[in-house]
């Protein structure tokens, strides 16, 4: 969508293109190395930084995982860099699913389709497209930027983020801010006016092993002591537990950021009711109120007349930010004292202001192509590369600006079936993105 007057630049032309073709590179990630690995998008990647003039590393952590990092002067390289980074990888996808097919770039109503065409090529595609454009035209952003177009992310970043942040930290240690996803895109609240969520919190991450021991012993017999039965027990109290809603701070601003656009009071009480008048991101919202714990595995015994000795579960735990000990106070109390845990993955939790230059750049790029815009702040029930560059002291935000129709599903297109993005979105995020970098 090209206001009136305006003219289409090359970056909204060749983000579309770039778009496309990185979502027909293969990246699967199966959380192992078994999948096509990013060095296919990678080398991509490279090749298009490298045609205008910035110099691009390549990394590569395990034979196929690569990421590629480069740095762009800007006018003043006194001031601490900003990174802007996305991830090469994406989630599985099965083709029999799909409409249309999930490798395949190709656009159908408007719409690039494929897997990763808004988690998260789509803005890959814009920061390459923005990039070539100001490059081309020898527009330097005001600081240096520092780029990093990362492997593994879907997978917790081990072999992307995470491992260059341990073994390379002085590519990213100057830096004071980062811009990535999940954060930027519309949410319509009347017919001309739109919520920008960006992020600037996430949920941390604890999915845990739950072990059970008890008196192994044959099926016949009483048995006081019987692992499978604690076990069930404990999965059952936590699957059933609802953590009480917990306001913070992100939150917070963003509840009476809603409330204020729908004219209706803040009440606390009421953060449910606030949250479902956001239609299909009610979901992905709401779980940003409370803590949660659900159970997914279940795992105990090999024959119906043998009592095991263990038995054991899986469960996904979600904690707010600041309130991790807390959090597992209560994880505790629940599993009572005959059942422990282990962790299996543990990732903090992320949080910073939303107040400052970056601020005001983003909220004002977006202003400049659309006048209906608010940016907000946001926590993301998720978890992103943040959590790898938070540990560095960067303040991460979740920005790939995109402007959405009203209809469209956008929570549902993450890791989702006939995930697609719109080409004036895109455009409409080129654009942004541009002055953005231009102001901060
Ligand atoms: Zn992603």
């Known amino acids: ?63 196929g995982r690569s990421s590629v990092v480069a740095r762009v002067p800007g006018e003043d390289s006194g001031r601490a860099p900003l990174l802007v980074h996305g991830h090469l990888d994406v989630v599985p996808a099965d083709a029999a699913d799909w409409t249309h097919d999930p490798f395949g770039g190709e656009i159908f109503d408007g719409c690039v389709w494929g897997r990763g065409a808004v988690d998260m090529k789509d803005m890959d595609a814009m920061v390459l497209a923005v990039m070539r454009q100001r490059m081309r035209e020898g527009r330097r952003p005001p600081r240096d930027i520092v780029l990093a177009f990362l492997a593994d992310e879907e997978a917790g970043g081990t072999w992307g983020a995470r491992w260059l942040v341990d073994r390379h930290p002085e590519l990213f240690a100057d830096c004071s801010e980062a811009i990535s996803e999940v954060g930027g895109f519309s949410v319509t609240v009347a017919e001309n006016r739109r919520l920008y969520l960006v992020e600037t919190a996430e949920k941390g991450i604890a999915w845990m092993r739950l072990i059970a021991r008890g ?14 039965t604690e076990l069930a027990d404990a999965v059952a109290r936590l699957g059933r537990h609802r953590f009480p809603i917990h306001l913070t701070k992100t939150v917070r601003t963003f509840l009476e950021e809603v409330c204020a656009e729908f004219g209706i009071e803040f009440d606390e009480n009421d953060a449910e009711a606030t949250v479902a008048r956001l239609g299909s991101v009610a979901s992905m919202l709401g779980a940003t109120l409370r803590h949660t714990v659900n159970p997914t595995v279940l795992d105990g015994g090999y024959k119906a007349n043998v009592i095991p000795g263990t038995a054991t579960a899986q469960v996904d735990g979600r904690f707010l930010p600041g309130l991790e000990e807390e959090y597992f106070a209560e994880i505790d109390r629940l599993l009572g004292p005959n059942v422990s845990r282990e962790f299996i993955h543990h990732l903090p939790s992320v949080e910073t202001e939303f107040e400052g230059g970056i601020v005001s750049a983003m909220s004002e790029s977006l202003l400049a192509e659309d006048p209906g815009a608010k940016a907000v702040p946001y926590c993301l029930s998720g978890g992103t590369d943040a959590k790898s560059f938070q540990s560095l002291g960067i303040r991460n935000y979740g920005f790939a600006p995109l402007r959405l129709p009203p209809e469209l599903n956008f929570s549902g297109m993450f890791h ?11 455009r409409f995020g080129a654009r942004v993105l541009d002055r953005f970098i231009g102001m901060s």
């Open 1 to 63: 969508m090209v206001g009136a007057g305006d003219e289409v630049s090359a970056a909204e032309r060749e983000v579309v293109e770039l778009c496309r073709e990185l979502i027909a590179i293969d990246t699967s990630n199966y959380g192992d190395h078994s999948g096509p690995g990013e060095r296919a998008a990678a080398e991509y990647v490279a090749e298009k930084l490298d045609e205008v003039g910035i110099e691009p590393t390549v990394y590569e952590s395990h034979p």
């Open 215 to 228: 008196t192994a012993g044959h099926g016949s017999m009483t048995n006081g002591d019987n692992a499978v």
């Open 416 to 426: 989702g079936v006939d995930e697609r993005v719109p080409v004036d979105g895109l």
